[in-house]
C-alpha cells in the first residue's frame, strides 16, 4: 500500500484542477488500476478495509468520470462494470458514495445513445422506484427516453442546457447527433429544396457554418443566391405503370371468366 496513497492524492489534485489534467490523470489511474489490483482492492478481498474499499471505489469513479471528459465511451462502459461491484455487492457494508447516481445517469444516456432500450429499462427496473421520480441524475435520462420515444426532439435539445452535471451533455450531444441524421433523412425525402433559414431550424443549428458543413456531409447542394439548400436525388427512377397493358389483361380475363360461365 506504500505507493497506492500517494499516487490517489496525485490522482485527485489532477481531477480537481480547473481544468482538469487530463492527461495526467490517464497516467495516473493506468498506474492505480495496478496498485488497486496488487492490493487486493479489486476484486476486493473479503479482509480488505473498509477506508481501502472506499480509496478503490473513488478510482474507479474518478476513471469513469475522466472517461467521458476524455470522450472515451469503451473505457467509461469498462470502469462502470468495475463500479457495480462495489454499488451492488458492498452498497450494506461501504457508506453511499455521492458520485454513485450522477455516475447511474450518465450510463442510463450511454445506453440511449446506443440505442439499448431494452438494456436502459432492465438498467430502470434495478434502481430504487424514489430514484426514479426524485433523483435529478435519474430524471433526467427518463425524460430524454420519453421525448425521443414521443418525437419531442425538441425537448431534448432543450434538456442540453437542463443536464445536471457537465458530464451530460457529452452523451446529449451525440442523441441529437442521431436526432439530426434521421430529421435529414425525413427531410431528404419529402422535399426538393428547403430554404436555409427552416433547414437551420429544424436541424437545431444556430450556427450558419455548422449547417453548411452539415450539408456539405450530406451531399446537399446549396444555393446561396436563392438561400435554400436543394437535395440530390441520385439514382432515383420513376416507376410507370403499365395501364394499357393492364387493361387488356383484366380485360382477357374477363372474357375467359365469360366464357368459363
Known sequence: MSSLPQLYQDLKRAFDARPTDLKKCGQ????????????????????????????????????????IRSKDVPSFDRYFAQLQTFYTDYNAILPPSPREYPLRGLNLIRLLTQNRIADFHTTLEALPIDALHENPYIKHPVNLERWLMEGSYSKVWGAREEAPAEEYKFFVDSLIGTIRNEIASCEEAAYDSIPLKDAALLLFFTSRSDLMTFAQQRGWQISLVDEKIIFSRKGEEKAEIPKQKLILANLSYARELEQIV
Not at 495516473?28 to 487486493?40: P, T
Open 28 to 67: 495516473l489511474l493506468a498506474k492505480l488500476k495496478v496498485a488497486v489490483i496488487e492490493n487486493g482492492l479489486f476484486p476486493p478481498r473479503p479482509e480488505a478495509k473498509e477506508s481501502d474499499l472506499i480509496v478503490a471505489r473513488d478510482i474507479l469513479e474518478i476513471g469513469a468520470f475522466w472517461s
